[in-house]
């Protein structure tokens, strides 16, 4: 079946530092979202890739979806201690659910 | 509007038992869909109603099954309860642009019901 890895689990970075997940598909994905969970939280809705080679931008964070519609990455710029929590990507394989990534759990030390 | 509710919050039960969770969506929402959360799993998906009808379904035993009302409000049930199943079980929303097809849409996701099985 679809799956969707995601590297690395675990992240600490000195605040300033820059942050970068992966996220890889066994399979052409349709589109792919991004999510962060705070702790204790739940997950809340980033932005969503749709077309091949894709790349997209909020203020620190940049959102790139492969060419081959397989993987994609999340890169945020001089982390902020705002920026911890565990951050999600999901893939829509056309005619299924959405399967989320095992999550990058960002720890960040001022 | 009101985000996506779920009750209970916390729930404490023991092997064996059955459990149902209950979860109301944003209003306008045809959608809902269900995810386990574990520590060591991630998100899981569980299954997704769209108008009453069951669309996508994970790899979940039978003891797992939900269903969806008229007024999209959905609860899922979990039978004969294993110390495995504890975990955050998570629900969202999405509205959906078309009838049929999957959801694309971002999802909403509730607070989650917290279960823990001794």
């Known amino acids: 079946g679809q799956q969707v890895m995601q590297i690395p689990q675990y992240q600490h970075v000195q605040e300033g530092e820059d942050f970068t997940t992966y996220c890889n598909s066994s399979t052409t994905l349709s589109n792919i979202q991004w999510y962060k969970q705070r702790p204790g939280g739940h997950p809340v809705f980033l932005i969503q890739?749709?077309?091949?080679?894709e790349v997209k931008k909020q203020k620190r964070l940049t959102f790139q979806f492969g060419e081959a519609k397989k993987n994609s990455s999340l890169h945020i710029t001089a982390t902020q201690t705002t920026d911890v929590g565990t951050y999600f990507c999901a893939g829509l394989q056309a005619g299924t659910a959405l399967i989320f990534g095992k999550g990058t759990t960002l720890s960040v030390s001022s | 509007k009101a985000g996506v509710t779920q009750t209970p919050r916390y729930l404490i039960k023991t092997r064996g038992q059955q459990v149902t969770l209950s979860c109301s969506p944003i209003s306008g929402h045809r959608s809902v869909s269900w995810y386990q959360q574990t520590p060591g799993q991630g998100l899981q998906f569980l299954f997704e109603y769209f108008s009453e009808t069951q669309r996508n379904k994970g790899n979940f035993p039978g003891r797992f099954s939900g269903r969806q009302f008229s007024n999209s409000r959905s609860e899922m049930n979990v039978s004969t309860l294993e110390l495995g199943d504890s975990a955050l079980y998570l629900c969202?929303?999405?509205?959906?642009?078309?009838?049929?097809?999957?959801?694309?849409?971002?999802?909403?996701f509730g607070p989650g019901t917290r279960l823990t099985v001794l």
């Open positions: 969202a929303s999405s509205s959906v642009p078309g009838l049929a097809g999957p959801s694309t849409g971002e999802q909403f």
């Open positions: 890739l749709v077309k091949s080679g």
